[in-house]
Nanobody, 127 residues
Framework: QVQLVDSGGGSVQAGGSLRLSCVGAQYTFSGNCLGWFRQAPGKEREGVASITMKYNPTYADSVKGRFTISRDNAKNTLYLQLNSLKPDDTAMYYC?????????????????????WGQGTQVTVSS
């Protein structure tokens, strides 16, 4: 059974930083596009960032310059560094993986393009 375990969320003040992690339990990230999504209360889930097997990232405009996605293929781990956090970044953050493109990612980060999901980790930013 595929299981992604994400962690690292918490409560910070505006301007603070967090680092989210996602580990593939009984699932190798090799050959997968990996991504991060978030969902705020009352809003749809939105793509935040994705990264190919060859470490090429894509970001949503709302987080460019503040968030950094990375992966460690040897450790089977995905990361999201969140800097300069704003109250609007408050949401449940989910990691995701998909093998369809054998390590490449689509140009647009879409929920429907990812087959496997973590359980979510909460990020709360206070002003």
């Amino acid at each position: 059974q595929v299981q992604l375990v994400d962690s690292g969320g918490g409560s910070v003040q505006a301007g603070g930083s967090l680092r989210l992690s996602c580990v593939g339990a009984q699932y190798t990230f090799s050959g997968n596009c990996l991504g991060w999504f978030r969902q705020a209360p009352g809003k749809e889930r939105e793509g935040v960032a994705s990264i190919t097997m060859k470490y090429n990232p894509t970001y949503a405009d709302s987080v460019k310059g503040r968030f950094t996605i990375s992966r460690d293929n040897a450790k089977n781990t995905l990361y999201l560094q969140l800097n300069s956090l704003k109250p609007d970044d408050t949401a449940m953050y989910y990691c995701a993986a998909d093998p369809k493109l054998r390590g490449d990612c689509y140009a647009v980060i879409r929920e429907r393009d990812f087959a496997y999901w973590g359980q979510g980790t909460q990020v709360t930013v206070s002003s």
